[in-house]
C-alpha cells in the first residue's frame, strides 16, 4: 500500500483539513482566537527562538485559544499559511512522522528541511513516549519551530527536563487573575480610589472565588458552575487524565484526597495518618498526592528554611489549586481559609512557617533574594495575637516588613523596628503593588 493511501484510510487528511481552516481561508476563525489576555503578548518573543515552547495548564484555562491566537499572529505577519500545521491529539492518536509527512507532501509541497515552518502540537502528554518523538524532531528539523501544549503536568515533566534539556522554554496558562475576570465581564473600577468602589470589590471578588477565573464559566448559574467544574476539570482529569499517565490503583481515592483538601483548605499533610485512613502504606499516598500535584490540581506548601533540604523533611499543608474546585467540592468551607487559599494560588505558594511553639506565618514569599511573609486574618477584629507569629518570623529571619491581609482593618504595627502593614484584602491593586515591590525589589 502506498504512504499516501494508508494516510487517507486511517483518516489523517481529514483531521488536518479540519485542525487547519487557515489552509483555505488565510485566517483563523474568529470563534477560536477568542480574547487576547496578557499571556499571548510575554508568549510572542518565545516565537524567534530555536528552542520548544512549551505551553501548559489546567485543562479548560485557554491553552488551545492562545496557540490559536499565535497563529493568527504569525498570519498576519506574513507567514504563508501553508508553512502553519495544528494537531490535537487530544482528538486522535497519531504519529507525529506521519502527520508531518502527509504534511510535507500535500500541503507544504517542499522539503521539510529547507522551510522555516511552525508546528502546533495540542494536548502532547497524550502521545507516547512524547518527549523522545518531539526531541527527533527538534534534532532532525532545525528550521521547525515547534509550540507544544500539555493539560497540567501529566507527564510534562516526569522525563522532558532531562530529555530536552536546552531544548525547550516553558510558559504556564493560569486562570483569569481578578484584573481580567473584570475586564472580561466589562466592569470598570477605578483602581487608584478602591475605597470609593469597595462594595462592588467586594462584590466581584466573591463573585471570583467562586468562578475560580475559569473563563467559561464567567456567565454560568450556580448550578451550571458546579456541574462544569465538578465534571468537565477535576472528574475528567482525575479519572481519565491521571490513569492514562500513572499507575493509579484507585482513582475514587484521589477525589477523595481532593474533597478533603477542599473541606479543610492548607490542612497539615501526615501521610501515616492518611494511609492508614484508607488503609495503604504512606509511599502510596505520598505518590498519590504527588499525582495531584502534577495534575495541578493541589499545591504543597514546605515550613520555610533558608535550608531547603531542611523545609523538605518538616510538616507540609495542601491545598487545592483554584478556589473554584474549593467551593464547589466542599460548600460550606470557612470563608477564611478559602481567602488565605486564594493568596497561596494567585502567589504561586511555595511555603508557610511554623516553629515548634506552634507560632506561623501563613505564606512567605520568596524573589530576587527577598523574603515576604504574609499572614491572613480575614475577621472583624485584630489582636496581638494575629501578628505575634509575623513579628516572630521577622526577628529570626531579620526582615523589616510583614504584610497582614484583613477584612477591613488599615494599620501598621510596630516593634523593635520591625513594621506589619495592614491592608484589607478588597484593596486588591494595593496589595498586587505592595507585594510585588518587596518581592521583587
Given at each position: 500500500?502506498?504512504?499516501?493511501?494508508n494516510f487517507n484510510d486511517i483518516g489523517v487528511q481529514m483531521?488536518?483539513?479540519?485542525?487547519?481552516?487557515?489552509?483555505?481561508?488565510?485566517?483563523?476563525?474568529?470563534?477560536?482566537?477568542?480574547?487576547?489576555?496578557?499571556?499571548?503578548?510575554?508568549?510572542?518573543?518565545?516565537?524567534?527562538?530555536?528552542?520548544?515552547?512549551?505551553?501548559?495548564?489546567l485543562r479548560r484555562v485557554g491553552k488551545t485559544t492562545l496557540?490559536?491566537?499565535?497563529?493568527?499572529?504569525?498570519?498576519?505577519?506574513?507567514?504563508?499559511?501553508?508553512?502553519?500545521?495544528?494537531?490535537?491529539?487530544?482528538?486522535?492518536?497519531?504519529?507525529?512522522?506521519?502527520?508531518?509527512?502527509?504534511?510535507?507532501?500535500?500541503?507544504?509541497?517542499?522539503?521539510?528541511?529547507?522551510?522555516?515552518?511552525?508546528?502546533?502540537?495540542?494536548?502532547?502528554?497524550?502521545?507516547?513516549?512524547?518527549?523522545?518523538?518531539?526531541?527527533?524532531?527538534?534534532?532532525?528539523?532545525?528550521?521547525?519551530?515547534?509550540?507544544?501544549?500539555?493539560?497540567?503536568?501529566?507527564?510534562?515533566?516526569?522525563?522532558?527536563?532531562?530529555?530536552?534539556?536546552?531544548?525547550?522554554?516553558?510558559?504556564?496558562?493560569?486562570?483569569?487573575?481578578?484584573?481580567?475576570?473584570?475586564?472580561?465581564?466589562?466592569?470598570?473600577?477605578?483602581?487608584?480610589?478602591?475605597?470609593?468602589?469597595?462594595?462592588?470589590?467586594?462584590?466581584?471578588?466573591?463573585?471570583?472565588?467562586?468562578?475560580?477565573?475559569?473563563?467559561?464559566?464567567?456567565?454560568?448559574?450556580?448550578?451550571?458552575?458546579?456541574?462544569?467544574?465538578?465534571?468537565?476539570?477535576?472528574?475528567?482529569?482525575?479519572?481519565?487524565?491521571?490513569?492514562?499517565?500513572?499507575?493509579?490503583?484507585?482513582?475514587?481515592?484521589?477525589?477523595?484526597?481532593?474533597?478533603?483538601?477542599?473541606?479543610?483548605?492548607?490542612?497539615?499533610?501526615?501521610?501515616?495518618?492518611?494511609?492508614?485512613?484508607?488503609?495503604?502504606?504512606?509511599?502510596?499516598?505520598?505518590?498519590?498526592?504527588?499525582?495531584?500535584?502534577?495534575?495541578?490540581?493541589?499545591?504543597?506548601?514546605?515550613?520555610?528554611?533558608?535550608?531547603?533540604?531542611?523545609?523538605?523533611?518538616?510538616?507540609?499543608?495542601?491545598?487545592?489549586?483554584?478556589?473554584?474546585?474549593?467551593?464547589?467540592l466542599s460548600p460550606q468551607a470557612d470563608p477564611s481559609l478559602?481567602?488565605?487559599?486564594?493568596?497561596?494560588?494567585?502567589?504561586?505558594?511555595?511555603?508557610?512557617?511554623?516553629?515548634?511553639?506552634?507560632?506561623?506565618?501563613?505564606?512567605?514569599?520568596?524573589?530576587?533574594?527577598?523574603?515576604?511573609?504574609?499572614?491572613?486574618?480575614?475577621?472583624?477584629?485584630?489582636?496581638?495575637?494575629?501578628?505575634?507569629?509575623?513579628?516572630?518570623?521577622?526577628?529570626?529571619?531579620?526582615?523589616?516588613?510583614?504584610?497582614?491581609?484583613?477584612?477591613?482593618?488599615?494599620?501598621?504595627?510596630?516593634?523593635?523596628?520591625?513594621?506589619?502593614?495592614?491592608?484589607?484584602?478588597?484593596?486588591?491593586?494595593?496589595?498586587?503593588?505592595?507585594?510585588?515591590?518587596?518581592?521583587?525589589?
Amino acid at each position: 500500500m502506498s504512504l499516501k493511501s494508508n494516510f487517507n484510510d486511517i483518516g489523517v487528511q481529514m483531521y488536518l483539513d479540519d485542525f487547519n481552516p487557515w489552509w483555505k481561508k488565510g485566517h483563523v476563525p474568529s470563534y477560536a482566537v477568542g480574547r487576547k489576555r496578557k499571556i499571548f503578548q510575554e508568549t510572542l518573543p518565545f516565537l524567534d527562538t530555536r528552542q520548544i515552547l512549551l505551553i501548559t495548564g489546567l485543562r479548560r484555562v485557554g491553552k488551545t485559544t492562545l496557540m490559536h491566537q499565535i497563529i493568527e499572529s504569525l498570519l498576519t505577519t506574513s507567514i504563508n499559511p501553508y508553512h502553519i500545521l495544528y494537531f490535537s491529539f487530544d482528538e486522535a492518536s497519531l504519529e507525529p512522522d506521519s502527520l508531518l509527512r502527509e504534511f510535507e507532501i500535500d500541503i507544504l509541497k517542499k522539503d521539510l528541511q529547507d522551510e522555516k515552518v511552525f508546528v502546533f502540537f495540542d494536548e502532547i502528554q497524550k502521545l507516547k513516549d512524547w518527549e523522545a518523538k518531539i526531541k527527533i524532531l527538534y534534532d532532525r528539523h532545525p528550521r521547525m519551530k515547534i509550540i507544544l501544549s500539555g493539560s497540567a503536568q501529566i507527564t510534562m515533566w516526569r522525563g522532558s527536563r532531562e530529555s530536552l534539556a536546552g531544548r525547550f522554554f516553558d510558559v504556564r496558562v493560569n486562570p483569569l487573575t481578578f484584573d481580567e475576570y473584570l475586564q472580561f465581564k466589562g466592569i470598570s473600577i477605578d483602581t487608584d480610589r478602591e475605597k470609593i468602589f469597595e462594595k462592588e470589590i467586594r462584590r466581584h471578588f466573591s463573585e471570583y472565588l467562586r468562578s475560580g477565573g475559569f473563563i467559561e464559566t464567567l456567565n454560568f448559574n450556580e448550578v451550571m458552575l458546579r456541574k462544569y467544574i465538578r465534571e468537565s476539570l477535576l472528574e475528567r482529569v482525575v479519572f481519565v487524565d491521571i490513569p492514562q499517565s500513572f499507575r493509579i490503583g484507585s482513582p475514587e481515592l484521589l477525589f477523595k484526597l481532593l474533597e478533603i483538601a477542599a473541606s479543610r483548605p492548607g490542612f497539615y499533610l501526615d501521610y501515616k495518618n492518611l494511609a492508614n485512613d484508607f488503609g495503604m502504606d504512606q509511599r502510596t499516598m505520598a505518590g498519590y498526592v504527588a499525582c495531584l500535584e502534577s495534575a495541578l490540581l493541589c499545591q504543597k506548601l514546605y515550613n520555610f528554611s533558608r535550608n531547603l533540604m531542611t523545609s523538605e523533611k518538616k510538616i507540609k499543608r495542601l491545598y487545592l489549586s483554584n478556589t473554584a474546585f474549593t467551593s464547589v467540592l466542599s460548600p460550606q468551607a470557612d470563608p477564611s481559609l478559602v481567602m488565605e487559599q486564594y493568596f497561596v494560588n494567585r502567589l504561586h505558594g511555595r511555603f508557610f512557617w511554623r516553629n515548634t511553639q506552634k507560632e506561623e506565618v501563613d505564606l512567605v514569599c520568596t524573589g530576587d533574594s527577598a523574603i515576604l511573609p504574609i499572614e491572613i486574618k480575614i475577621r472583624e477584629k485584630i489582636d496581638k495575637r494575629d501578628v505575634q507569629g509575623l513579628f516572630k518570623f521577622m526577628a529570626i529571619y531579620e526582615q523589616a516588613t510583614g504584610i497582614l491581609v484583613t477584612l477591613n482593618t488599615e494599620a501598621s504595627y510596630e516593634k523593635a523596628g520591625k513594621r506589619i502593614i495592614a491592608i484589607p484584602y478588597w484593596r486588591y491593586w494595593t496589595l498586587e503593588r505592595e507585594i510585588a515591590e518587596r518581592i521583587h525589589r
